[in-house]
Structures are given as structure tokens and as C-alpha cells.
């Protein structure tokens, strides 16, 4: 009896080490949210289409990351960054690997 249950505790715990739930941490974005962001927006108009950044610096306001990653079995796959630069209150430039190529999208839509 003892046998049949360590048997079945074993391979409970072994069936469930197989597979390892992708977790998508941050930002979420689209392309098309992103291509409607241009110089000179303000704060307010950009939040509305991006929504709020990921981290915002309390020492920096002038600079908003968005941030998306995907770690599988503890080891990070996909790291994106989209910043974004402001100067006197207006989107001045971007940076980042969000989307590097159009072709590239490795995000699913959520509808």
C-alpha cells in the first residue's frame, strides 16, 4: 500500500516539473499604438494611447520606460523596451526594441 503511494506521489510531482507556464510580465503594446505616438505630445496624450509606463522615475519625470517580458522556466525569452524622452512637458524622442521589425510581432492580442 505504502509502495502504490509513494509510486503515485512520484509521478504526480514528476508530471508536473514537465511544463512551466510562460509568465508576460509589464507593457503590452501594439504596433499600431505605438505608431500613433509622435513628437510633440504631451504627457496626458501620450498615456491615453500607451496608457502609463512600466517604470517612471521619480527622479527623472522627463522619461517613461515600457517594459514586456516573457520568462519560460525561469530564464527570460523576450525582453522589450520601448522609452520615451519629454522635454518641457512634450515627447521630444523614442527609443527601444519593441518592435523592431513590422514582421516581427511576438505579442498575441488580448480582445
Same mark, same amino acid.
Given at each position: 500500500?505504502?509502495?502504490?503511494?509513494?509510486?503515485?506521489?512520484?509521478?504526480?510531482? /514528476?508530471? #508536473?516539473g514537465?511544463?512551466?507556464?510562460?509568465?508576460?510580465q /509589464?507593457?503590452?503594446?501594439?504596433?499600431?499604438d *505605438?505608431?500613433?505616438v !509622435?513628437?510633440g505630445?504631451?504627457?496626458q496624450?501620450?498615456?491615453?494611447?500607451l496608457?502609463?509606463? #512600466?517604470?517612471?522615475?521619480?527622479? %527623472?519625470? @522627463?522619461?517613461? @520606460?515600457? *517594459?514586456?517580458?516573457?520568462?519560460?522556466?525561469?530564464?527570460?525569452?523576450?525582453?522589450?523596451?520601448?522609452s520615451l524622452?519629454?522635454?518641457? %512637458?512634450?515627447?521630444? !524622442?523614442?527609443e527601444g %526594441?519593441y518592435?523592431?521589425?513590422?514582421?516581427d510581432?511576438?505579442?498575441?492580442?488580448? @480582445?
Open positions: 500500500m505504502k509502495v502504490i503511494i509513494v509510486g503515485t506521489l512520484l509521478a504526480i510531482f /514528476g508530471l #508536473t514537465c511544463y512551466k507556464t510562460p509568465v508576460q /509589464g507593457n503590452i503594446l501594439k504596433q499600431e *505605438i505608431d500613433e !509622435r513628437p505630445m504631451t504627457k496624450q501620450v498615456v491615453i494611447i496608457g502609463t509606463p #512600466t517604470v517612471a522615475d521619480p527622479f %527623472n519625470q @522627463d522619461r517613461w @520606460d515600457y *517594459i514586456n517580458t516573457t520568462k519560460i522556466k525561469g530564464e527570460f525569452k523576450k525582453v522589450k523596451k520601448l524622452f519629454f522635454e518641457n %512637458n512634450q515627447l521630444v !524622442r523614442t %526594441n518592435f523592431p521589425n513590422k514582421d510581432v511576438t505579442t498575441t492580442d488580448v @480582445d
